[in-house]
């Protein structure tokens, strides 16, 4: 979340709408209650870059009600290791597309 932060700020976007399957970190980020201490520094340091944005929401999603970002996570896990970094910049990654799809037909529908 920090990176995305950052990398959301560096190429100018200015509304951001983040989605945390953890409660304790989006209650953390909304003010709701304090975070684990481990994180604590962290979660602060990603505070305060959202008061930055014009627009910043916070909102907890269940896991399985995020499966593309689900999928981007286990994909960016894999390749952190080897040094490397991947962006998609209006566009959605082909890893993705079939679990979009499902998202925004399950959105429709109910």
Same mark, same amino acid.
């Given at each position: 979340?920090?990176?995305?932060?950052?990398?959301? $700020?560096?190429?100018? #976007?200015? !509304?951001?709408?983040?989605?945390?399957?953890?409660? @304790?970190?989006?209650?953390a980020l909304l003010?709701?209650? /304090?975070?684990?201490?481990?994180?604590? %520094? #962290?979660?602060?340091g990603v505070y305060?870059?959202?008061?930055?944005?014009?627009?910043?929401?916070?909102?907890?999603?269940?896991r399985q009600g %995020?499966? &593309?970002?689900?999928?981007?996570?286990?994909?960016?896990?894999?390749? @952190?290791?080897?040094?490397?970094? @991947? /962006? $998609? #910049? !209006?566009?959605? &990654?082909?890893?993705? !597309?079939?679990? #979009? /799809?499902?998202?925004?037909?399950?959105?429709?529908?109910?």
């Amino acid at each position: 979340m920090e990176v995305g932060v950052s990398f959301a $700020w560096d190429v100018g #976007i200015r !509304e951001v709408v983040l989605e945390c399957d953890s409660k @304790i970190m989006s209650n953390a980020l909304l003010g709701l209650c /304090t975070s684990l201490i481990i994180i604590s %520094n #962290i979660l602060a340091g990603v505070y305060h870059q959202l008061q930055d944005f014009r627009v910043a929401q916070v909102s907890h999603v269940r896991r399985q009600g %995020n499966k &593309p970002a689900h999928i981007l996570a286990k994909h960016a896990k894999d390749i @952190i290791d080897s040094d490397n970094f @991947i /962006t $998609w #910049i !209006e566009e959605n &990654p082909s890893l993705i !597309e079939s679990a #979009i /799809t499902h998202d925004v037909l399950n959105l429709s529908s109910s």
